[in-house]
C-alpha cells in the first residue's frame, strides 16, 4: 500500500468534510452570530460528542484496532468476524443505556457544564431540550467508530473519512429549510444532528457487507462480554477512557470558564475550534488512521525497523505540513474569520474576537497533529496506559496555564493552554519512544529543520504582509472579491513555500512510502 497516495486520498476526503463543514459554520455564523442561544447550542452538542469521544471514536478505536488487527492477522476472517460480533452488540447496548441516562439527566449535565447559561434561562431550557434530542447520537456514532475500525484494518480508508460529510450536509440543510419554519429557530441544528447520525450509520453498511465484516448485533448483551477478545478490548479501554476523558475534561472546564466570560465566548472560542480542526483533521487524524493499523501489523510481525521507519515518515510529513499551516493560521486568523463568517448576525466584534483565540491556537497547532502521530506509536503496541498518565499530567498542566492565562487575554487564554498543553504531551510521547528504543529518528533531521524554518518564514512574511495591506472586515459588502482575495494570498503563500523547499533540494518522491 503506497500510504503517501493513501494519505493523499483521506486528506482529501477529509478536505470535503471540512470544506462542508466551514460552510456549515458560516451559515450558522450568518443565521444565529454568537450569544446565548448559540451557546447553548455549543454546550448541548459538547455533552453527547463528549461521550462519542469517550464510548466511540477516542478510547474505543485506540482499543479496539490493534487487537483486531491482531485477530485478522494471527486468526482470520471468521475469527474476526466474531470479534466485530460481540464488539458491536456490547458497545451499542452500553450507549444506548448511556442515552437513556442523558436523556434523563440533561438538565444536570448542562448545568454542571456551563452554568454560566443559568444566567438566560431561555437558552439554558433550550440546550436541555437539544441535549435531550441528541442524546442518542453517542449511540450512532459508536456504531460508525466500530465500522470504521474495521474498515480502517482492512485498508478501506476512504467511506471512513467522507462519513462526516453527511452530518455537514444535514446541517446545511437544515439551517437553509428548516430553521425558518421553526418557532425557535437554533432547534433545527440539533434535529439535523439526529438526522446526521443515521445518515452517518446507513452509509457503513454497504461497505462492511462488501468485505463480510457486517456486525451482527445480539438482543442479549451479556453475549458480548463472554468473549474474551471483547473483555480484553473493554480492558484497553478503561486506561484510553482516562486519556480521552482527561482532554475532554479539560474542554468542559475551559466550556464552563468561557460560560462566565463575555456572553458570546462560547461560540467564539468554537469558531476558532473549527478552524483549527481543518488542518487538524487534515493532517493529524489522516494520518492517525493509516498509521495505526500499519503499525499494528508491523508489531504483530515484530518488524521493528518498519515500525521506526513509519513513525520517522510521519513525523517528517507533521512538521512538513503543520508547520506553515500554524503559521498561516496565525497571520491570517482575522482574514479566515470575516471570510467565512462575518456575514448575517456574525458582526465585526464577534469576528475579531473569534480571531483572537484561533491566533492562541496556532501556537499549539504542532502539537495537537503531532500527539495524533505520536499517540497511534503506543495503541498499535497496545499500551494505553503510558497515554494515559501523560494525558492526566498535560490536564493539571493546562488549567495551572488557564490560572495564569484567562485573566489577562480572556477567551484567548483558554485556546493557548490547550495548545500549549498538546505541546506538553507531545514532547512526552516523544521521550517515551525514544527511552524505549521504539523510534530511531533516520539520518537528516537537523538540516529538514534548517530547510523548514527558512520556507515558512519567507511564506509567513508574505501572509503577514498580504493579511495587512487589506481591510477585511470592510469588505463585508464585497464577500467574492474578499474571498478572491483571500484564495490568492493562500496560494501565493503556498506557492512561495513550496518553491523555496524545492529550490533547498526537497521533492515529493522522497516522502514516497509503502507500507509492508
Same mark, same amino acid.
Given at each position: ?9 483521506? =486528506? ?13 459554520? =458560516? ?9 446565548? +442561544? ?64 442523558g436523556i434523563i439527566g440533561a438538565p444536570l449535565f448542562v448545568y454542571l457544564i456551563a452554568t454560566g447559561l443559568r444566567a438566560t434561562p431561555e437558552a439554558f431550557d433550550a440546550s436541555v431540550w437539544m441535549t435531550r434530542l441528541m442524546f442518542p ?7 460508525? !467508530? ?124 468554537? +469558531? ?35 515500525? =521506526? ?50 491566533? !492562541?491556537? =496556532? ?85 529538514? +529543520? ?16 498580504? !493579511? ?33 523547499? +524545492? ?14
Amino acid at each position: 500500500m503506497n500510504l503517501l497516495k493513501t494519505l493523499a486520498a483521506i =486528506s482529501s476526503m477529509t478536505m470535503l468534510s471540512r470544506v462542508t463543514g466551514l460552510l456549515r459554520e =458560516s451559515l450558522f455564523a450568518r443565521a444565529f452570530g454568537a450569544g446565548a +442561544y448559540t451557546d447553548a447550542f455549543v454546550v448541548a452538542f459538547r455533552i453527547p460528542n463528549l461521550l462519542r469521544r469517550l464510548f466511540a471514536e477516542g478510547a474505543f478505536s485506540q482499543a479496539f484496532v490493534p487487537i483486531l488487527a491482531e485477530y485478522k492477522n494471527q486468526h482470520g476472517q471468521e475469527a474476526s468476524k466474531e470479534l466485530a460480533d460481540h464488539v458491536a452488540t456490547t458497545l451499542v447496548w452500553a450507549t444506548v443505556l448511556v442515552s437513556a441516562i442523558g436523556i434523563i439527566g440533561a438538565p444536570l449535565f448542562v448545568y454542571l457544564i456551563a452554568t454560566g447559561l443559568r444566567a438566560t434561562p431561555e437558552a439554558f431550557d433550550a440546550s436541555v431540550w437539544m441535549t435531550r434530542l441528541m442524546f442518542p447520537y453517542i449511540a450512532f456514532m459508536s456504531f460508525v !467508530a466500530l465500522a470504521g475500525g474495521i474498515l480502517n484494518t482492512w485498508r478501506q480508508f476512504k467511506i471512513p473519512a467522507v462519513t462526516p460529510v453527511l452530518l455537514n450536509l444535514s446541517f446545511i440543510a437544515a439551517s437553509l429549510f428548516l430553521a425558518p419554519y421553526l418557532k425557535q429557530p437554533i432547534y433545527a441544528m440539533a434535529i439535523a444532528v439526529f438526522v446526521g447520525g443515521i445518515l452517518q450509520v446507513a452509509i457503513q453498511v454497504p461497505a462492511l457487507i462488501r468485505i463480510g465484516m457486517l456486525p451482527r448485533l445480539y438482543l442479549n448483551p451479556l453475549v458480548g462480554l463472554r468473549d474474551g477478545g471483547v473483555r480484553r478490548v473493554l480492558k484497553k479501554m478503561g486506561p484510553a477512557v482516562f486519556a480521552v476523558s482527561a482532554a475532554q475534561i479539560s474542554l468542559m472546564i475551559n466550556t464552563s470558564i468561557a460560560s462566565r466570560l463575555a456572553e458570546g465566548s462560547i461560540s467564539w472560542l468554537s +469558531y476558532a475550534d473549527r478552524l483549527m480542526e481543518f488542518p487538524t483533521a487534515m493532517l493529524g487524524v489522516a494520518l492517525g488512521t493509516i498509521l495505526l493499523p500499519s503499525l499494528a501489523k508491523a508489531n504483530a510481525d515484530a518488524d521493528h525497523e518498519e515500525y =521506526s521507519d513509519l513513525l520517522d515518515w510521519g513525523l517528517r510529513l507533521t512538521f512538513l505540513l503543520a508547520l506553515p499551516a500554524a503559521v498561516g493560521m496565525a497571520a491570517l486568523a482575522v482574514p479566515l474569520i470575516s471570510t467565512l463568517f462575518h456575514y448575517g448576525k456574525f458582526t465585526a466584534e464577534a469576528a475579531t474576537m473569534s480571531a483572537q483565540p484561533l491566533v !492562541a491556537y =496556532s501556537a499549539g497547532l504542532i502539537g495537537i497533529i503531532l500527539v495524533k502521530t505520536l499517540a497511534p506509536a503506543f495503541y498499535a503496541k497496545q499500551d494505553i496506559r503510558t497515554p494515559v498518565k501523560i494525558a492526566v499530567g498535560v490536564l493539571i498542566a493546562t488549567q495551572l496555564m488557564n490560572l495564569l492565562f484567562v485573566p489577562y487575554i480572556a477567551v484567548a487564554g483558554l485556546a493557548l493552554s490547550i495548545g500549549l498543553g498538546a505541546c506538553i504531551n507531545a514532547a512526552f510521547l516523544y521521550r517515551g519512544l525514544r527511552q524505549r528504543g521504539v523510534y530511531q529518528p533516520k539520518a537528516g533531521w537537523g538540516k529538514f +529543520y534548517l530547510k523548514l524554518l527558512v520556507a515558512v518564514g519567507l511564506m509567513g512574511a508574505a501572509a503577514w504582509f498580504g !493579511a495587512a495591506k487589506v481591510d477585511w472586515l470592510a469588505m463585508g459588502h464585497h464577500p467574492f472579491l474578499r474571498a478572491g482575495t483571500l484564495f490568492l494570498i493562500i496560494t501565493i503563500c503556498a506557492a512561495i513555500y513550496f518553491l523555496a523547499l +524545492y529550490a533547498m533540494g526537497f521533492r515529493f518522491r522522497d516522502f514516497k512510502r509503502r507500507a509492508k
